[in-house]
Each structure stands twice: as structure tokens, then as C-alpha cells.
């Protein structure tokens, strides 16, 4: 019994490991530095495109990007429109992508997490502004 309650517990610290693995991994050895946005053009009242930049520290791969609109604990997720052309390139250069936002809430209350995939064992997070 005792035997199974360790390996439960061992079981247990494994997944709560990796659920937050990627996010302290970020904050001690981040992908990307100095982001800024460079361009924000509001398309209508809803919508805003952005552009930025950003200095990349280490060598990763980009899984995906997630922007959120709220404070850090009662966020929405939102949807990000790829422009065509648009991604996370090397050269240091994100965008430009459509949020459903407009530049005060942009500016004030949202936020985007890049997952980089830097090895097999978790994605690495990465929170932009």
C-alpha cells in the first residue's frame, strides 16, 4: 500500500511539474527579449492589426501565439488573424496579425503568450508586454 501511494505521489508531482515547467522555464531562461510593438493600425472599432519586434535569445522553434484580453487571472482568450505572410520569423519580427480589440484595450488590458518548442519534454511560454 505504501509502495502505491508513493508511486501516486511521484505520479502526481510528475504532471504538476510539467504543467508549470514551461511557464517557470520562460521566466528563468526566456526565447524572446525587448518585444515592442512597432505598428498598431485600428481597422474599425472592433479591430486592430499589430506588428513588433522583439530580440530572440535562444534558437527555438514557435509552436503557436495566444492573445489574451483581461488581467492576467480573468482573461479571455481571443482570436489572432494571420495576414497573409504573417507569423513569428526569425529576423526578430512578429506580425502582423488582427486582434478583435481596439488600441485602448490593446494597449491597456491585453497580453500574448508565444510557445516556443525548445525541446521534446514541454513547449516554453513566453509573455509578450
Known amino acids: 500500500m505504501t509502495r502505491l501511494l508513493s508511486v501516486t505521489a511521484l505520479a502526481w508531482f510528475v504532471l504538476f511539474l510539467h504543467s508549470i515547467a514551461g511557464v517557470l522555464e520562460g521566466a528563468i531562461l526566456p ?10 493600425v485600428e481597422i474599425d472599432e472592433t479591430h486592430v492589426q ?3 519586434r ?14 489574451y484580453l483581461g488581467a492576467p ?12 505572410g504573417s507569423g513569428i520569423a526569425a529576423e526578430d519580427i512578429f506580425g502582423p496579425f488582427v486582434l478583435p480589440m481596439n488600441d485602448t484595450q490593446l494597449r491597456n488590458r491585453s497580453h500574448a ?17
Not at 535562444?58 to 503557436?64: G, Q
Open 31 to 40: 526565447v524572446l527579449a525587448r518585444m515592442e510593438l512597432s505598428e498598431i
Open 50 to 52: 499589430v506588428q513588433g
Open 54 to 67: 522583439s530580440r530572440r535569445l535562444r534558437s527555438c522553434a514557435v509552436d503557436r501565439i495566444e492573445w
Open 73 to 84: 487571472r480573468a482573461r479571455a482568450l481571443v482570436d489572432v488573424i494571420f495576414v497573409d
Open 113 to 129: 503568450v508565444i510557445f516556443h518548442r525548445c525541446h521534446r519534454f514541454w513547449l516554453t511560454q513566453t509573455r509578450l508586454f
